[in-house]
C-alpha cells in the first residue's frame, strides 16, 4: 500500500461493510463501490461494519424500514412487521464503545440504509408514504458519537466538491490524531497551527481566527480542554465549503511573497491561470501546480510547507475536477 501524506501505512477508516464487497445484505448482495475499494483503498485501512448482520438478522434476511416518528421510529421487518428497535438500540450501544478504539480518521456509510442512512433515509407513515427526513439508526449514533470524526455517505461522494472535501478532512483529522496522542507543547502546537494557515483560510477564515487566539492564549487552558476545543474548532472550519473565492483569495496571499522573485511575464502567468481558474476554465490544480513551482524553484520556506498546497496525496487528483 502507498503511503499516506504524513509517512502512516495507512490510516483507519470505518465503513458500510456492503460497500467493499461483502455479500452482508438482505438479498446477499453487496453494493460495492470501485473508487472507494481500488483508490481510496491504497490509502485507508478500511474497518467494515454491518448492523444488521451483527445484530443477528442473518443473511439473507428480511427487509427492514423504519416507521412512525421522523425523530424517534421504529425499525421493522417490512412483511413479518418483527420489531427490531429495542435490539438494534442495544447493539449500537456496545459497538460504538468497540469502534473506539480504533482511533478512525474517517467514515463512510451506506446511504439510504435503515441501518446505516447518515440523512434523508425513508421512514414509512400510517399512510404508507415515507418521508426522507430520516436518519439510520447506525449511521445518526455514528455522527452523534464521534462530532468531530469526518463522516460521508458513498453517494455524495460521487460529487467532486464534497468527495475533495471528505477526503481533505480525513487526513487533516489523521494528523490531529498525531498531534494529539501524547503530551504536547505549545511550540507544536504553534508549528501545526502555522503550516494550516491558508488550508483554514480556504475553508473558513472565521474559525481561523478563533483557532488563532485560542493557540496565542494555550497557557489558560488545561490540556485536555485545548485539545478538544481545537480540534473541534479545527474539523468545523474544514466542514464550511470551500469556494472559488476563497481559494483565490489564499492563492492571491501566497502570490505576494512571490513577487520578490518572479519577473513581469511569470507574474502575468500566474495572475492569468488565477483567473483562468475564477472564470472556471480551468480546475484548482492548474493555477496551484504553477504556484508550486514557483515555491520550490525558489524554496520560499513559509509557503512549501503550507498544507493547502498538498492536503492529502496528489495521486488521488481531487483537485482536478474542483
Known sequence: MKKTDNGKIPIKVGISACLLGDRVRWDAGHKKDRYITDILGAYFRFVPVCPEVEVGMGVPRESVRLVGDVSSPRMVGNKSREDWTDRMHEYIAKRLKQLEKYNFSGYILKKDSPSCGMERVRVYQKSGIPLKQGRG????????????????????????????????????????????????????????????????????????????????????????????????????????????????????????????????????????????????????????????????????????DQVYLDPHPEELMLRNHV
Not at 488545561?222 to 474544514?238: E, T
Not at 507574474?267 to 520550490?296: A, C, F, Q, W
Open 137 to 304: 439508526f447506525f449511521g445518526g449514533a455514528i455522527v452523534d458519537h464521534f462530532p468531530d470524526l469526518p463522516i460521508e455517505e458513498e453517494g455524495r461522494l460521487n460529487d467532486p466538491a464534497l468527495r475533495e472535501n471528505f477526503i481533505v478532512r480525513v487526513f487533516a483529522y489523521s494528523r490531529l490524531q498525531d498531534l494529539f496522542k501524547g503530551k504536547f507543547s505549545r511550540s507544536e502546537i504553534v508549528q501545526f497551527h502555522t503550516v494550516h494557515k491558508y488550508l483554514l483560510l480556504a475553508h473558513s477564515p472565521k474559525h481561523y481566527k478563533i483557532l488563532g487566539r485560542m493557540v496565542a492564549q494555550i497557557k489558560r487552558y488545561k490540556p485536555d480542554n485545548f485539545k478538544g476545543q481545537y480540534i473541534g474548532s479545527f474539523m468545523q472550519a474544514l466542514s464550511v465549503k470551500s469556494t472559488i473565492s476563497k481559494n483565490v483569495n489564499v492563492m492571491q496571499h501566497i502570490v505576494g511573497f512571490l513577487k520578490t522573485y518572479l519577473d513581469q511575464k511569470a507574474k502575468s502567468d500566474v495572475i492569468k491561470v488565477m483567473e483562468n481558474y475564477r472564470s472556471g476554465l480551468v480546475p484548482l490544480i492548474v493555477p496551484l501546480t504553477l504556484i508550486k513551482h514557483y515555491v520550490k524553484l525558489h524554496d520560499i520556506e513559509y509557503i512549501k
